[in-house]
């Protein structure tokens, strides 16, 4: 197994290095032939696994990742950053030369795409493992299902769900707090509505969010401004089309036709 890094915060593979007693259990039968996060090994490939953090931002990613596919018999993307291009893809529909002029004082010396996008946009991906970062129990069952020849057990219900099961009250009805539950996949664990917070959508929307409809209740029984409504969807998974195209309706900044394109 190999684990490769491209533009994040590391915090995907320190949950695979957090999993300690639980990667003990199968361990004896993987071998990490690749992970600069924590160790200086390196065994070239080609491997039957690789985990790949992080989104593509620079031309020299674009073909780093292809190497990556090259060498692996499955690709596993990791992380928001991997699945949706991260809250970095909060530029996708900025002026990325005016940003570079204002935060580099030398700004010629600066080279990267206009967009940070997914894994799966340049790439075949074989499975996508959500979440800002991911969830410890989620990343052993797909190793786990791996060395097993079996589907991953990954859930593709609602936020909503891991509420009712965890016997939560709905922050929304209860408090009127802006919640992305409806619209975010389950995996966190009910983190932030046990604590009386709105789900922030780390794990991206699930399958089929019908996020204009969330929306349309923020702005209609919550009374959210439309920047409040576009700001909850332009998060860690600002690149998602369908939390995109919601969060930049919410301020008409962009047609539907521009949406596509950034979000390709």
Known sequence: ??????????????????????????????????????TRQEIRGPYDVSLVEGSITTAHDIERVRRVRAQSKMLIAIGSCATAGGVQALRNTADIDALARAVYPNPEYFQTL???????????????????????????????????RRKPNI???????????????????????????PVTQAGCGNVCPSCERGCYGCFGPKEKANAKSLARWF???LGL????????????????PAFCEVGLAAIGEKTDETVAEVTR
Do not use: W
């Not at 290095?17 to 690749?34: P, R, S």
């Open 1 to 38: 197994m190999a684990v490769h890094k491209f533009a994040s915060c590391d915090g995907c593979q320190l949950t695979l290095l957090d999993c300690e007693d639980q990667l003990l259990d199968v361990v004896g039968e993987i071998e990490i032939a690749y992970f600069l996060e924590a």
């Open 219 to 221: 702005e209609g029984s």
């Open 114 to 148: 206009t967009t940070s996008t997914a894994i799966q946009d340049h790439v075949k991906v074989d499975f996508e493992l959500r979440g800002c970062p991911i969830s410890r129990e989620q990343l052993i069952e797909v190793v786990s299902a791996y060395l097993t």
């Open 225 to 240: 401004s439309g920047r409040q409504t576009h700001d909850l969807y332009r998060t860690f998974n600002a690149g998602a």
């Open 155 to 181: 859930p593709n219900y609602s936020q909503c769900m891991e509420c009712k099961q965890a016997g939560t009250v709905c922050v929304m009805v209860a408090h009127g707090t802006p919640c992305l539950g």
